[in-house]
């Protein structure tokens, strides 16, 4: 088994989620197996870390999130303003571009046959997700 190294020591609880229960434990111990679909284990997890946030806030601890790079300055300044534990859920995007202050000529005509060149290869949804990623960083008009 080639990746046996990366697998979790016998003693740390493993969670496995399988559409197919004849796959759970084939390969590592499992403390937890559960028989369905990644998204409605997925969607039974956010119920519950919803609730948790909730209990939190009631024993004093702040959580703050950032979706956009904007807002992690306030959402930083708020955890540490707090008198006792914060935790802040600054949330990022795979896909996002840092471009810098100023572009060049060069770096926009390289950009721009790259972008060229994934289109014509037939590969241009490989742009969409970087498009609306960035899009979404874009100031709005008020």
């Known amino acids: ?10 003693d740390v609880p493993v ?3 399988a559409i197919r229960g004849e796959h759970i434990g ?9 028989v369905e679909t990644v998204t409605d284990t997925a969607g039974a ?14 024993a004093g601890i702040v959580g703050v999130r950032a979706d956009r790079a904007g807002e992690l300055d306030d959402a930083l300044r ?6 006792g534990p914060a935790v802040v859920d600054a949330r990022t ?26 289109v ?12 609306k990623t960035n899009l979404h960083e874009l100031p709005l008009p008020h």
Do not use: I
Request: no cysteine; aromatic share 10%.
């Open 26 to 34: 084939r390969r590592n111990g499992v403390r937890v197996p559960l």
């Open 93 to 118: 995007a795979s896909q996002e571009l840092s471009p810098p202050p100023h572009l060049t000529y060069d770096e926009v005509k390289g950009f721009s046959l790259f972008a060229t060149r994934t």
């Open 45 to 58: 997890l956010l119920q519950l870390l919803r609730e948790k946030p909730a209990g939190a806030r009631a």
């Open 15 to 17: 969670v496995q989620v």
């Open 1 to 10: 088994m080639p990746y046996r190294p990366f697998y979790p020591s016998a």
């Open 78 to 83: 708020e955890a540490f303003f707090h008198d």
């Open 120 to 131: 014509l290869s037939g590969e241009g949804n490989e742009l969409l997700e970087p498009a």
